[in-house]
């Protein structure tokens, strides 16, 4: 099964998100969209922004340029493991953003993610964030910033009309990939247990700052976007 990582349009990316991923919306914030193909096929896309936090590499000495999070891999029924499409993505995204030095991504355990596929592709976890204050439906329960995605607004009117309430939810897990060995070497000592180790992730995708090898980025076919 051939695998193709290119550019994605807006209009393909949203689409994925909407019937791919569990939020059912594309991220708000400046987005690099790579798109994934199986034999020609669009399977997906990998989605990487400044995230919920402008400040996301302050902690890292890091500027807003320089650091970026993970906000999205929303995959339709695919042959290639996701660890090896995630690792070309960060290839990929080192090519266009050759100044970007971290990647920030956050595994949700209400969604019964441990941050497998991190794990697999040699991420650094770093442990669980805050606790934090979520909007909740019935089962489903919405960052206050996703609900606005959806709604057009956050205020206290709009929850309530659309039958949302406030609730305290447990924090997610966090991983950081160093985008070199420079990089790593520096932060390395952040490093904490994997929470879980998933054994349904498999773990063939080669860590590209080692130089030693791995799946190579595909060549940009912009014609097929």
Known sequence: MSLRLDWATYESAKYACQNWHYSKCLPKSKLVKIGVWEDDKFIGVVIYSYGSCYNL???YGLSMTQCCELTRIALNKHSNPVSKILSISLK????????MRLVVSFADPRQNHHGGIYQATNWIYTGQSSSSTCLKKGAETLHE??????????????IKKHGYESVRIEGKYRYIFPMDKKFYESIKYLSQPYP?????????????RSEKGGANPTVALHSKK
């Open 92 to 99: 990929f995204l080192k090519c266009f953003c050759p100044g």
């Open 57 to 59: 590499g302050k902690p």
């Open 145 to 158: 910033r996703s609900f606005g995605n959806r709604y057009g607004s956050h205020s206290k009117e709009t």
């Open 196 to 208: 879980k180790r998933a054994t349904s992730i498999d773990s063939d995708a080669t860590d590209f």
